[in-house]
């Protein structure tokens, strides 16, 4: 169950954090740090096109990452902050403070202001299923065509961000991706300066 960490313990990262490690350069398994979770966070930046209300309700969503490190379900809280910063987006780029989320994304699709090559995730995942193509990792005959990752997103990002406004017991350390995914689709509604 979760409990209100102890004072003299405030400032100590999550104990679920000892749960996951990275692969240096040098080959070797290391526990993050709260610097790797800095460094995430601040990799997921806004253009300086996307208007300032925009990217200043995205640093929150960023902000919950660090904190994160501290308290493990932060992470949950971020990447819902990062899709209702990039429904407040769509809804700015459309000029309509009205219409939901799936919505507004379908418009901003059909009307190419995002495109699957805006987001680094939907590329590396083209790029993986590719490789293991050509390596013959991928098995039978016939592969169907994957659909578009803005037709994926079109379904995610809508459920989503319903299934954690409205309650949920989802936990995961998946933020970073989530938020790397929002800040993509934002940039790409704002032209850069």
């Not at 405030?10 to 040098?26: N, P, Y």
């Not at 699709?109 to 939907?122: K, L, S, T, V």
């Not at 933020?175 to 689709?185: N, T, V, Y």
Request: aromatic share 12%; proline share 4%; net charge positive.
């Amino acid at each position: 169950m979760e409990a209100l960490k102890p004072f003299e313990e405030i400032l100590e990262a999550d104990i679920r954090q000892q749960s996951f490690v990275k692969l240096t350069e040098q080959g070797k398994f290391e526990n993050n740090t709260l610097r790797d979770f800095y460094n995430c966070a601040k990799a997921r930046e806004l253009h300086d096109g996307v208007p300032e209300r925009i990217r200043n309700h995205f640093q929150t969503a960023r902000h919950l990452l660090i904190y994160a490190w501290f308290y493990y379900p932060f992470h949950v809280t971020a990447m819902f902050h990062a899709l209702v910063t990039a429904e407040f987006a769509l809804k700015l780029r459309a000029g309509s403070q009205r219409g939901g989320f799936e919505r507004l994304l379908k418009q901003a699709i059909q009307n190419g202001w995002i495109r699957d090559e805006g987001f680094a995730h939907g590329r590396h995942i083209k790029e993986r299923l590719k490789r293991q193509r050509e390596e013959g990792k991928v098995f039978g005959h016939e592969y169907p065509e994957v659909e578009s990752y803005c037709t994926t997103l079109l379904r995610v990002l809508p459920f989503l961000r319903n299934e954690l406004a409205h309650g949920t017991s989802m936990l995961h350390n998946e933020s970073p991706k989530w938020l790397r995914i929002c800040a993509d689709l934002i940039n790409q509604l704002f032209p850069k300066p």
